[in-house]
């Protein structure tokens, strides 16, 4: 089981971006996907999941509104996508795989993606 | 919204001794609780989950307990490699939520 994360992205404000999640060694749709933040010297932030398998998506209200989480099954792929970036998304994400019977425990990780907004 | 208080902030022991770290929630989060540890410039590893299973590979000097309000994280015997920062989460009320943390440094 793997989760590879695409690369590190530095964008300014106002700027959109896309990162993405690929699964691989195991059934994609049919495991949770959560996206987590950790912004500098912080702590960890749950921030939404989907079940690839039929896109049912859930956010915190925290991050509603400010994200839009997707996948693609057919790509074993999830994505995080902001449309206006703030320097307060500076941030590590980490994109993780729901362990078996439990949709809310994740027991493999990505690599994270560092995301720099800087004017 | 669930929150998640962590203590202490910071836990100094050495090596071989025993470490007792809580997370206290503000309502009830049944069995529903997991720990992660998170070592610097690494993602989290899932520890103990539904608040006293041990994870697949984890040692078994790890071992979670509780349920409802309160939980504890035991590390019986410390290793070198287990000084790290510890995490709660839970998933028994919407939404799913992080404790701060409790970074255990080495004495």
């Known amino acids: 089981v793997q989760l590879v994360q695409s690369g590190a992205e530095m964008k300014k404000p106002g700027e959109s971006v896309k990162i993405s999640c690929e699964g691989s060694?195991?059934?994609?749709?049919?495991?949770?996907i959560v996206w987590v933040r950790q912004m500098p010297g912080k702590g960890l932030e749950w921030m939404g999941t989907?079940?690839?398998?039929?896109?049912?998506?859930r956010y915190s209200p925290s991050f509603q509104g400010q994200v839009t989480i997707s996948a693609d099954k057919s790509l074993n792929t999830a994505y995080l996508q902001w449309s206006s970036l703030r320097a307060s998304d500076t941030a590590i994400y980490y994109c993780?795989?729901?362990?078996?019977?439990?949709?809310?425990?994740?027991?493999?990780w990505g690599q994270g993606t560092l995301v720099t907004v800087s004017s | 919204e669930t929150v998640l208080t962590q203590s202490p902030a910071t836990l100094s022991l050495s090596p071989g001794e025993r470490a007792t770290l809580s997370c206290r929630a503000s309502?009830?989060?049944?069995?529903?609780l997991a720990w992660y540890q998170q070592k610097p410039g690494q993602p989290p590893r899932l520890l103990i989950y539904?608040?006293?299973n041990r994870a697949s590979g984890i040692s078994a000097r790890f071992s979670g307990s509780g349920s409802g309000t309160d939980f504890t994280l035991t590390i019986s015997s410390l290793e070198p490699e287990d000084f790290a920062v510890y995490y709660c989460?839970?998933?028994?009320?919407?939404?799913?939520?992080f404790g701060q943390g409790t970074r255990l440094e080495i004495k």
């Open positions: 993780a795989k729901s362990v078996v019977g439990d949709s809310y425990s994740y027991n493999y």
């Open positions: 060694g195991y059934n994609f749709a049919s495991f949770w």
């Open positions: 989907i079940y690839p398998g039929d896109s049912d998506t």
């Open positions: 309502q009830s989060v049944s069995s529903d």
């Open positions: 539904d608040a006293s």
């Open positions: 989460l839970q998933h028994g009320n919407w939404p799913p939520g």
